[in-house]
């Protein structure tokens, strides 16, 4: 039996802690081994332990709930021994990155768990894409994590005041997230962004073609991860990582490398979205209405910061965007939720048709 303390120090670096041995006592009288999943793979994982990394089948907790199953990152129990050998339960999770699946039940999908750092991952050699952007970080905000963006490939782009812009421009789109500019190619970059996540856990998400890959070796200090040239004519790339993926890290912390992501829906991330819009949400506080659509109330402060120039058109719809799809997603679990939606929507119509024949009678 390998003691408490050996298991600490084996398991230290992946992010043990004396609070997640409190939440093992009870698997630990029963035997079982506490580890932590390291990739998930046709249900079975590979689990690192304090007599190393083993393979255990997941069968005994993985219900019909994608929210449930067992995901790269969580610490599990499982046996000791046994061919095939068990996952028997994992340990509440800390934080999840969840997005919703693409099937017609509105079910979330877990990517990673215990994550304290999500990093954006955006190539600047192609057009930036601010609303994909703003959507990772509303889930991002909404794990539980801290968001951080990094611009990959830096060296792609030498102009020193194109680069700046580019960071501005994200920066009006993430508002309390760092922003960093990396070549990991160079090694550019990479002390900041190790100040920022070198210890702890990082889920490293973005499309295809990022440079995740590329930075995830940086960070982890070895060619770990496949690397493939992004396309010229579109700066995408095939998907060179095709599983989660949990690393360990010279610093000290673990990385999480994801495949690209194609689709990011929400799922139930209303007050993250309110984070990524956080001026948008302050300035409706001084709406003269609390349930103000910033549409064509009058005394709405949005519109008003719209017209003044204040606040970027693309924000406010952007935000109304995520905020619609979010309720959308919530809406099809919850039928009351819908019934008050769909009311919503006839008072808004009545509104906005009452607005127009007013304003033909002033035509008049």
């Known amino acids: 039996m390998t003691s408490t303390s050996a298991v600490s120090s084996a398991l230290a670096p992946y992010g043990w802690d004396d609070d997640w041995a409190g939440a093992f006592t009870s698997y630990a009288a029963e035997g079982l ?11 079975q994982c590979d689990v690192v332990t304090a007599g190393g990394t083993v393979r255990a089948d997941t069968a ?38 969840v997005r919703s699946t693409s099937s017609e039940r509105s079910e979330g999908q877990i990517l990673a768990a215990n994550v304290d750092h999500v990093v954006v991952a955006v190539s600047p050699a192609v057009e930036l894409d ?24 830096a060296d ?9 812009h580019l960071v501005e421009d994200v920066e009006t789109s ?48 070895e060619d770990v991860m496949d690397v493939q040239a992004a396309r010229d004519v579109d700066g995408k790339g095939r998907h060179t990582t095709t599983t989660r993926n949990l690393l360990a890290m010279p610093s000290g912390g673990v990385l999480i490398d994801t495949p690209g992501l194609r689709g990011v829906g929400l799922f139930d991330a209303e007050g993250g979205v309110g984070q990524v819009f956080a001026e948008i949400e302050a300035l409706a506080e001084g709406c003269r209405f609390h349930d103000c659509a910033h549409e064509t109330e009058p005394g709405c402060a ?9 606040l970027p058109v693309r924000r406010l719809e952007s935000y109304r965007k995520l905020l619609r799809e979010n309720q959308y997603i919530v809406a099809r679990t919850d039928a009351r939720l819908r019934a008050e939606i769909k009311k919503e929507w006839k008072r808004r119509g009545a509104q906005g048709k009452a607005a127009m024949e007013a304003k033909r009678g002033r035509r008049r």
Do not use: H, I
């Open 33 to 43: 081994l506490p580890g932590r999943v390291v990739r998930v793979d046709r249900g």
């Open 60 to 97: 005994f907790v993985t219900p019909n709930d994608p929210m449930r199953v067992v995901c790269t990152g969580d610490w599990v129990a499982v046996e000791p021994g046994g061919n095939p050998r068990y996952v028997r339960a994992y340990l509440p999770r800390r934080t999840a990155f």
């Open 130 to 153: 601010l609303g994909r952007v703003e959507r990772f970080l509303a889930l991002a905000w909404q794990s539980g994590a801290q968001p951080v963006v990094v611009l990959t490939k």
């Open 156 to 164: 792609l782009v030498p102009d020193p005041v194109t680069l700046a």
């Open 174 to 221: 993430a508002p309390g997230v760092p922003v960093l500019t990396v070549s990991a190619l160079q090694g550019e970059g990479l002390d900041a962004l190790v100040a920022l996540v070198g210890s702890g856990t990082t889920v490293l998400l973005g499309q295809s073609g990022a440079g995740k890959s590329t930075l995830a070796n940086a960070l982890v200090g």
């Open 302 to 310: 949005v519109r008003s910061a719209v017209d003044g120039g204040e």
